[in-house]
């Protein structure tokens, strides 16, 4: 079953891991915390200030082709982090729990290319890095892509993505599978990514449409639903804080005026968040809830 349908389309969730933590870490303010508690609870806080961010992805099927979202960390996979290291997880069998296998997969959007998001690009295979979803065409933003590989030179070292380009994007580029977009670009029928930079300078957002309904996949744009009430709330590694916020406020508008559900990669169930307006203010809701 999927966890969550948008007009024709449902979606389903692959998880890959989970990491117990606390509203404590992305903000103090006590009397915000209160002020949200009503929508927040229990769903993306417990009583005593915790939740679990959670690494996973979305597939579903729409205009006749089949989607994934955002391809987590992927195994064998060296990383700085213990808990992200050499995983050894049954994605590709979750994925085949729910209906679909590598194969079936015509579209991957990468939100960004942090580690957590591009790491089921590839897998081992014979010693080499070879793409997972060999027929898909794999999307990812022209300055995401230049930011993580020509240029990264620019930029600070950042150890928590040390390989990941060379383990999880380039042999797609190899490939000939990337579908390298700059800004906004229609991929089928009700089905568009966007720049939402901010997380990082190449960061995309991909607008799903299926009989009149809309959601939003927001990659890292927010954490914790949270940031959506406190924009400049700075955690979650933001390479530009200032766009970022700025990212954040167009979310929280757009989805109060279109109705669209706000899907982020880390939500706990029932990972999404509604919006609308009320009072001359911003309300917000977990999605599924009265
Ligand atoms: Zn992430």
Same mark, same amino acid.
């Given at each position: 079953? #999927?966890?969550?349908?948008?007009g024709?389309?449902?979606?389903?969730?692959?998880?890959?891991?989970?990491?117990?933590?606390?509203?404590?870490?992305?903000?103090?303010?006590? +009397?915000?915390?209160?002020?949200?508690?009503?929508?927040?609870?229990?769903?993306?806080?417990?009583?005593?200030?915790?939740? *679990?961010?959670?690494?996973?992805?979305?597939?579903?099927?729409? +205009?006749?082709?089949?989607?994934?979202?955002?391809?987590?960390?992927?195994?064998?996979?060296?990383?700085?982090?213990?808990?992200?290291?050499?995983?050894?997880?049954?994605?590709?069998?979750?994925?085949e729990?729910?209906?679909?296998?590598? *194969?079936?997969?015509?579209?991957?959007?990468?939100?960004?290319?942090?580690?957590?998001?591009?790491?089921?690009?590839?897998?081992?295979?014979?010693?080499?890095?070879?793409?997972?979803?060999?027929?898909?065409?794999?999307?990812?933003?022209?300055a995401?892509?230049?930011?993580?590989?020509?240029?990264?030179?620019?930029? #600070?070292?950042?150890?928590?993505?040390?390989?990941?380009?060379?383990?999880?994007?380039?042999?797609?580029?190899?490939?000939?599978?990337?579908?390298?977009?700059?800004?906004?670009?229609?991929?089928?029928?009700?089905?568009?990514?966007?720049?939402?930079?901010?997380?990082?300078?190449?960061?995309?957002?991909l607008?799903?449409?299926?009989?009149?309904?809309?959601?939003?996949?927001?990659?890292?744009?927010?954490?914790?639903?949270?940031?959506?009430?406190?924009?400049?709330?700075?955690?979650?590694?933001?390479?530009?804080?200032?766009?970022?916020?700025?990212?954040?406020?167009q979310?929280?508008?757009?989805?109060?005026?279109?109705?669209?559900?706000?899907?982020?990669?880390?939500?706990?169930?029932?990972? +999404?968040?509604?919006?609308?307006?009320?009072?001359?203010?911003?309300?917000?809701? +977990?999605?599924?809830?009265?």
């Open positions: 079953m #999927p966890e969550l349908t948008i024709h389309a449902g979606l389903h969730r692959i998880e890959e891991l989970r990491i117990p933590n606390k509203i404590g870490y992305f903000t103090q303010d006590a +009397a915000l915390i209160d002020a949200h508690r009503h929508w927040l609870e229990p769903h993306f806080l417990s009583a005593a200030g915790g939740f *679990d961010l959670v690494f996973q992805s979305w597939v579903f099927e729409t +205009a006749g082709r089949v989607v994934l979202v955002d391809p987590c960390t992927g195994n064998g996979k060296p990383h700085v982090v213990p808990f992200f290291d050499m995983l050894d997880t049954p994605f590709i069998e979750r994925l729990q729910a209906g679909f296998r590598p *194969d079936d997969v015509d579209i991957v959007v990468c939100t960004h290319l942090h580690h957590d998001h591009c790491g089921w690009n590839t897998m081992l295979r014979g010693g080499n890095w070879v793409p997972t979803f060999p027929k898909a065409r794999y999307v990812m933003q022209r995401e892509v230049d930011r993580w590989g020509r240029d990264r030179h620019l930029h #600070p070292a950042f150890a928590y993505n040390d390989g990941v380009f060379e383990r999880s994007v380039q042999p797609v580029l190899d490939a000939g599978l990337a579908e390298i977009v700059t800004g906004k670009r229609l991929l089928a029928p009700g089905l568009t990514v966007e720049h939402a930079p901010g997380h990082t300078s190449g960061h995309q957002l607008h799903l449409v299926s009989d009149q309904r809309e959601a939003l996949f927001t990659g890292d744009c927010f954490h914790h639903p949270i940031q959506l009430v406190d924009p400049g709330n700075p955690f979650g590694d933001a390479e530009d804080p200032v766009l970022l916020a700025a990212t954040r406020r979310l929280a508008q757009r989805a109060a005026d279109s109705g669209a559900l706000l899907i982020p990669a880390h939500l706990p169930a029932p990972y +999404a968040v509604r919006a609308w307006h009320e009072n001359g203010a911003i309300r917000f809701a +977990a999605a599924n809830t009265g």
